[in-house]
């Protein structure tokens, strides 16, 4: 259903208030460059720390500025069933083409919580659903088998898969099935989570590089895993250097170094120390980006 470089879009500010000028243009670029979806208000949107009607005017300003040329899987989770419910029913009455949605964080569910989680919000909205398995942020981990009783549901569709376990793709094909959408959630990891059966990258990277970011995917997906590899060393620093510090941050002073937004984030982040950028400016010339 969804496959290839689908960058979990930043979230542009300016003096406090999101730049929704920036936002669209950055849309824009990201098509043009071949990225093959979008996935706004994750965490690298600055999901945290966004008001939730900011939160729901970023997935619709992103809706409009792509226009139907890529899917939009639009951030709709929570740590509450129920704000997770108001996130999908917007996300499917401003056109998005999916929701993500993250595994409860903080409060820790059980197995059978994330069943009755997922399953409640499936059964209330007809928008397919993408899981999203972070154990490093969420502080839970949904197992194989758990993915595979909720891939069942018509609208659980995929995973976005953070657990940097490459062997999980192979398991949640065994349990989920092989025409269960599998997408990395770590750009390291990108190449081989392809080889192993997965159909794409949600990347925090490909805010930087998303032409480099696609054309390696496509690569993978076309079954040239040398020219991939080959595109993939290009990356390699640039995926080290964003991600010294947040993620977020890194992929914001890459845009400013582009000219495509400001390094501006919301506290409790703060902009990066003078000798991450410093690793980033390397990492972007390596990748001929600068």
Not at 204 to 225: F, I
Not at 238 to 260: D, Q
Not at 266 to 277: A, F, G, V
């Amino acid at each position: 259903m969804f496959k290839g470089s689908l960058p979990a879009l930043v979230t542009p500010f300016k003096d406090g208030a999101v730049d929704f000028d920036a936002l669209k243009h950055l849309v824009n670029w990201q098509i043009e460059e071949g990225s093959s979806g979008l996935v706004p208000v994750g965490t690298t949107g600055e999901s945290p720390t966004l008001t939730h009607e900011e939160h729901e005017a970023v997935i619709e300003a992103t809706v409009e500025a792509a226009a139907g040329r890529v899917p939009v899987i639009a951030g709709a989770g929570s740590n509450n069933t129920a704000e997770t419910l108001r996130f999908m029913e917007h996300a499917k009455r401003v056109g998005a083409a999916a929701g993500l949605v993250v595994t409860p964080y903080y409060n820790k569910p059980t197995q059978r919580g994330l069943i009755a989680h997922y399953t409640t919000v499936a059964d209330a909205v007809d928008l397919p659903i993408v899981i999203y398995n972070i154990p490093g942020r969420s502080v839970v981990d949904m197992s194989p088998e758990t993915m595979g009783e909720l891939a069942k549901h018509k609208n659980i569709v995929g995973v976005k898969d953070a657990t940097g376990d490459l062997a999980r793709v192979s398991d949640q094909r065994l349990t989920c099935g092989p025409e269960f959408c599998q997408l990395s959630g770590e750009d390291a990891t990108a190449h081989g989570f392809n080889a192993q059966g997965g159909t794409g990258c949600i990347s925090v990277t490909a805010n930087v590089a998303p032409g480099l970011c696609a054309q390696m995917q496509a690569a993978t997906l076309e079954g040239d895993y040398g020219r991939a590899l080959e595109i993939a060393d290009k990356l390699m620093p640039l995926h080290k250097a964003i991600f010294t510090e947040p993620g977020l941050v890194g992929a914001k002073y890459g845009l400013s170094k582009l000219g495509r937004c400001s390094t501006e984030v919301r506290s409790p982040l703060t902009e990066l120390e003078d000798s991450t950028k410093a690793l980033i400016d390397s990492a972007m010339a390596h990748a001929g980006l600068i």
